[in-house]
Every structure is written in C-alpha cells, then in structure tokens.
C-alpha cells in the first residue's frame, strides 16, 4: 500500500482565514452592519408608510361620511323650501282672493323658513367638517409618498450591499450607503415638515 501524504490542513485553514481577513473581513463587518442598520430603518419607514396611509384612509372615510351628512341636510333644506313655497303660495292665493290669510298657514311659512336657517348652519358645518378631514387625509398622504420612496431606496441599498458583499467592491458598498442617506432623508423630511 501507498503511503499517505500528509497535508497539513489547520495550518491550511489559519492561513486561508488569515487571507480572507486581511483581504475583506473588515470590510464585510462594515457591510453587514451597515445593511444591518438599513434595514431596521427601512423597517421604519414601512411602517410609517403603512401608517399614513391607514390613517388617511379612515379620514378620508370620515370625509365622505360628512358628505352624505351634509347632502342630506340640504336636501332636507330643499324639502323645507319647498313647504314653505307652498305655503306661502297658499298665503298668496287667499290674499288674491281678498281675503285674510289664517295664521296657521302665515306661520307655516314661517317655520319653514326658520327651519330652513337651522338645517344650512347644520349642513355647513358638516361641509367644514368634511373638508378638515380630507385636508389631513391629504397631508397624511403626501407623508406616505415620502415614506414609500424611503423604503424603495432602503431596498436598494440593502441590495447594493449584498452586491457589495459578495463581491467585495467597495464602490458598490458606496453606492449602498449614499442610496441609504438619500433615504434617510426622505424619512425625515415629513417629521422636519411639522
């Protein structure tokens, strides 16, 4: 039988590791704690995003609740109109026919009348009332917008750094960590705005 060579394989695996460590093991610290970081921020904005967008749909819910509210007042105020005319056409007739109106038909038409006044106050202010909450439905939505491109650029950063580590190219890891500031930026745009 043939002797074995023998191979000194740890001291084999010590210089291999030595190599890998000197060549990118630093650099792959950095890396991995930088995506690390991103991702716990593109977390964030994900949140912050889905958020927004909740909050401004609720509120756009309640906004096309006060208008249906406000829609049906005025056709309330439309109907009260519409008694008040005939009772004052009513009023009319018996004054062409030279007689005196009764009392109750005078204040018929002005009930309806007053009623008229409290029922626009009521749909007027549920108008105000709608157009508040589609107001913050807005502004919650542009805050959204900022968010979601936050995320998109976290993604990508993310993605340039497993670029970045598995190539070890340190210009693409550069490229992972401006593409993360640009979306830091974007994710604090909205809280520098209030």
Do not use: C
Request: aromatic share 6%; charged share 25%.
């Amino acid at each position: 039988m043939p002797e074995e060579i023998e191979v000194d394989t740890d001291r084999l695996r010590e210089t291999i590791d030595e190599e890998i460590a000197r060549e990118g093991g630093s650099l792959l610290r950095w890396i991995s704690l930088s995506t690390a970081l991103l991702a716990a921020l593109a977390a964030i904005a994900s949140l912050r995003a889905g958020a927004t967008a909740n909050e401004a749909l609720v509120l756009k819910t309640d906004a096309t609740r006060f208008q249906a509210q406000a829609s049906d007042q005025w056709a309330y105020y439309q109907a009260k109109g519409i008694k008040a005319a005939v009772a004052q056409g009513s009023a009319n007739a018996w004054r062409v026919a030279a007689k005196p109106v009764p009392p109750e038909i005078a204040a018929l038409a002005a009930r309806y009348t007053a009623e008229q006044d409290t029922i626009r106050v009521a749909a007027g202010e549920l108008e105000r009332q709608r157009d508040e909450r589609s107001s913050e439905a807005d502004a919650l939505l542009r805050e959204h917008e900022y968010y979601a491109a936050a995320v998109a650029l976290f993604q990508i950063s993310i993605a340039l750094g497993a670029i970045a580590a598995l190539t070890r190219i340190r210009p693409v890891w550069y490229g992972s960590l401006l593409a993360g500031v640009a979306g830091i930026a974007l994710m604090v745009t909205p809280l520098l705005r209030h």
